[in-house]
């Protein structure tokens, strides 16, 4: 065979067999593509769903807010925010498939009553609302890294959560920087299937964890959302590759779940940057 037709051959070779991976990496898979609204800076804010039908998303992930009012509750306990957001889901057509604690990164599970007061409540909120998880965040003052006092006493109220959760058929994700053998050890002292991780494919290379690796390992059965982030580049410009967790996601069977779109590196402002990123990801997973 002459030199060139071989080359030709070759790459043609090597080109068909990239494309029959991508099409059964991404066989099946129904990947719905959302947004935190704290991404949007429109935490606890319904505008944040009609944003989302301008970038031409499926669906917010939306906070309860981080003040107070005067009897303690934060915004999204208010049953008329709650209403609105019903509304304004139902006349766009945009999904809350999902709520998130975020205020506890600074208000910490692990110390503040009121902060179990906050999640002990929730899942009337989530029920309400038709959210099926609710984040529960872990980093700053929350951070449990390398506290064992703290992690018992999450541990403590996550088993008293379960049973709530359970009736409610709402599942709780907890978000943090604890790599898979610790969330394990959590999960199955609370042996509650409706208590599992939220994974964040960026926190996790940053903390130096395979998070295709730790995705397989955690399973479906413990993995309720995803987020999607890069903290070095709009996607496909940093330095995590999508490409990588939509495998992982695909070996364990998750293929409709959602990714949440929570970007930290947003240039061009926030519609562009999120409606960039949505259509790489989409693009990623062959949608």
Request: include cysteine.
């Amino acid at each position: 065979m002459k030199r060139r037709t071989f080359l030709t051959t070759t790459a043609l070779a090597a080109l068909v067999a990239q494309v029959e991976h991508l099409r059964a990496a991404t066989a099946g898979m129904k990947i719905k593509i959302g947004a935190c609204d704290w991404t949007m800076k429109l935490a606890a804010q319904p505008a944040s769903l009609e944003l989302a039908k301008r970038i031409g998303l499926d669906g917010v992930q939306v906070d309860f807010g981080s003040k107070p009012d005067a009897q303690g509750w934060l915004p999204l306990f208010d049953e008329k925010l709650q209403d609105s957001y019903l509304a304004k889901s139902a006349e766009l057509g945009i999904a809350v498939p999902s709520l998130a604690l975020a205020t506890l990164n600074g208000v910490p599970l692990k110390s503040e009553p009121e902060a179990a007061k906050w999640v002990l409540a929730s899942t009337k909120v989530a029920q309400r609302l038709k959210a099926r998880c609710v984040l529960l965040a872990f980093f700053g003052k929350g951070s449990l890294a390398g506290d064992e006092a703290g992690i018992e006493k999450v541990t403590g109220i996550l088993k008293k959560l379960a049973p709530l959760a359970e009736n409610a058929g709402v599942i709780y994700g907890i978000e943090s920087t604890l790599k898979v053998p610790v969330l394990e050890k959590m999960l199955e002292a609370v042996r509650s299937p409706n208590i599992q991780v939220w994974y964040d494919v960026a926190n996790m290379d940053k903390e130096g964890e395979d998070y295709g690796e730790a995705i397989r390992r955690l399973g479906k059965e413990r993995i309720c959302e995803f987020h999607a982030k890069d903290f070095k580049g709009l996607y496909g410009q940093g330095n995590i590759d999508f490409g990588k967790m939509r495998d992982a996601m695909h070996d364990i069977g998750w293929h409709d779940a959602w990714v949440h779109i929570e970007g930290t590196h947003l240039p061009n402002g926030v519609e562009q940057d999120i409606r960039f990123d949505a259509d790489y990801l989409r693009r990623t997973f062959a949608r």
